[in-house]
Structures are given as structure tokens and as C-alpha cells.
């Protein structure tokens, strides 16, 4: 089975008006933005765990460290999580991911790699120290 899911891309600017003199308004208002808000912690979960489940198979590894490498990538990257879960989706199906993921990836993946081994080896791409860039 093949199924993907994406975000619109104004999915994350909902906003909720009511007039400040209507308590009960405010109520509604307040109670539409948790909802909306638990739409796009849904729908962004969707993502991260069908990421999550592409890595646990790539990889391969458990359901925790396949989380950590993503949240590992999103945090070099300085993107949020479920981005770096829809590229990834994204890359699977034809997409290519940018050459800071890509890089990001490689590292994540050296790590757990070297986690996985039982061993503290350094990522090649990582300047060493000794002068090498």
C-alpha cells in the first residue's frame, strides 16, 4: 500500500476572529484553535511516522532511533520535523532533498551507524582538526 500525506501550504496560518464583547464567542474562537491545532499536530504525526517507518526499513533500526535520526537531521538543518518527515516522503517518491539535508542524512545515518557498533567514530565529511577542511 502507498499512500502519502501533505500539508497544504497555508495549512499553518489558521487564525480565529470574534468580537471581544461576546464571551461565548471567545469560547468558540479558543475551542477552533486547539481543534485546528490538533489538525496539524495529526497531520504532521501522519508524515513523521510514514518517514519513520521508511527509515526503520532503509536502515534499518527501531522505531526510537529512527525518530532520533530525523529529529537529528531537522536540527542540523534548523528545519522543524515534520518538514524534514515530508522531504524525506518526498525524496521516496522522486524528489531529490536538498544538498544540506542530503548531508545532514549521511551524518545521522554515520552515527547510527557508529551507535549501532558500539563505537564513537567521527562522520568523514567533519573536519578533524589537524588542518584537513
Known amino acids: 500500500?502507498?499512500?502519502t500525506t501533505m500539508l497544504p501550504k497555508g495549512w499553518w496560518d489558521l487564525t480565529a476572529e470574534t468580537l471581544v464583547e461576546?464571551?461565548?464567542g471567545q469560547d468558540v474562537v479558543a475551542l477552533r484553535v486547539e481543534i485546528d491545532q490538533l489538525r496539524r499536530a495529526l497531520a504532521?504525526?501522519?508524515?513523521?511516522?510514514q518517514a519513520c517507518g521508511m527509515v526503520m526499513v532503509l536502515a534499518p533500526c527501531r522505531r526510537g532511533p529512527a525518530r532520533n535520526l530525523l529529529g537529528d537531521i531537522a536540527q542540523q538543518c534548523n528545519?522543524?520535523?515534520p518538514d524534514v518527515a515530508a522531504a524525506v516522503v518526498a525524496a521516496w517518491e522522486?524528489?531529490?532533498l536538498?544538498?544540506?539535508m542530503q548531508r545532514a542524512l549521511r551524518r545521522a545515518l554515520r552515527r547510527l551507524y557508529a551507535e549501532d557498533r558500539?563505537?564513537?567514530?567521527r562522520p568523514t565529511d567533519e573536519p578533524s582538526g589537524r588542518g584537513r577542511p
Do not use: K, Y
Open 22 to 24: 461576546n464571551p461565548a
Open 79 to 81: 528545519t522543524e520535523l
Open 98 to 100: 536538498s544538498w544540506q
Open 94 to 96: 522522486g524528489e531529490p
Open 118 to 121: 558500539g563505537c564513537d567514530s
Open 44 to 49: 504532521g504525526r501522519a508524515v513523521i511516522d
Open 1 to 3: 500500500m502507498h499512500r
